[in-house]
T-cell receptor, first 114, second 112 residues
Framework: GENVEQHPSTLSVQEGDSAVIKCTYSDSASNYFPWYKQELGKGPQLIIDIRSNVGEKKDQRIAVTLNKTAKHFSLHITETQPEDSAVYFCAARASGGGADGLTFGKGTHLIIQP | AAGVIQSPRHLIKEKRETATLKCYPIPRHDTVYWYQQGPGQDPQFLISFYEKMQSDKGSIPDRFSAQQFSDYHSELNMSSLELGDSALYFC???????????FGEGSRLTVL
């Protein structure tokens, strides 16, 4: 099955700086890579996703890059703000069709220092 | 916009009791997923349903069962509860066209 590794487990950055979270996956059949933000006591919120036919996707301060050859993808947050503080999860899903479940990374606790 | 609705939000049970969690997907979503998240852990996939049929199975214990009904809502039934079952249980839904998963706010189960 799929295995997703996520680094770092904790990331502390100054407000206004950029944050980068990296993930690797094992199953070359995976073709969908979402990123979720989870605040304490709440459900994971989809913030951006990328499919394997695209190398980069950007949405305002958030961008995701995908390297299919190396099987890794990254989340980039620029101009960080206090409300960006949360746990971020990367995930991967294979193209098997049906309703395949996502495999999540272990999460990154992002702390924005004022 | 309508989101995934889960009930109850909080549930306290004793060991060996039974619990049922409910999930109402986003309208027109035909696929439902169940995840379990322990404290400080990532969500673990349990089971999914597409068009009322079980589609994929993850690390769901034999003591747990689930189904999706004709109105697409889903229920997760947990029997012979153990202390280790204490966790947040999330439901997510998607449509086969979009495939993005949208999560509910979760049901927190505490087993005493």
């Amino acid at each position: 099955g799929e295995n997703v590794e996520q680094h770092p487990s904790t990331l502390s950055v100054q407000e206004g700086d950029s944050a980068v979270i990296k993930c690797t996956y094992s199953d070359s059949a995976s073709n969908y890579f979402p990123w979720y933000k989870q605040e304490l006591g709440k459900g994971p919120q989809l913030i951006i996703d990328i499919r394997s036919n695209v190398g980069e996707k950007k949405d305002q301060r958030i961008a995701v890059t995908l390297n299919k050859t190396a099987k890794h993808f990254s989340l980039h947050i620029t101009e960080t703000q206090p409300e960006d503080s949360a746990v971020y999860f990367c995930a991967a899903r294979a193209s098997g069709g049906g309703a395949d479940g996502l495999t999540f990374g272990k999460g990154t606790h992002l702390i924005i220092q004022p | 916009a309508a989101g995934v609705i889960q009930s109850p939000r909080h549930l306290i049970k004793e060991k060996r009791e039974t619990a049922t969690l409910k999930c109402y997907p986003i309208p027109r979503h035909d696929t439902v997923y169940w995840y379990q998240q322990g404290p400080g852990q990532d969500p673990q996939f349990l089971i999914s349903f597409y068009e009322k049929m079980q589609s994929d199975k993850g690390s769901i214990p034999d003591r747990f069962s689930a189904q999706q009904f004709s109105d697409y809502h889903s229920e997760l039934n947990m029997s012979s509860l153990e202390l280790g079952d204490s966790a947040l249980y999330f439901c997510a839904s998607s449509s086969q066209q979009g495939r993005e998963l949208f999560f509910g706010e979760g049901s927190r189960l505490t087993v005493l």
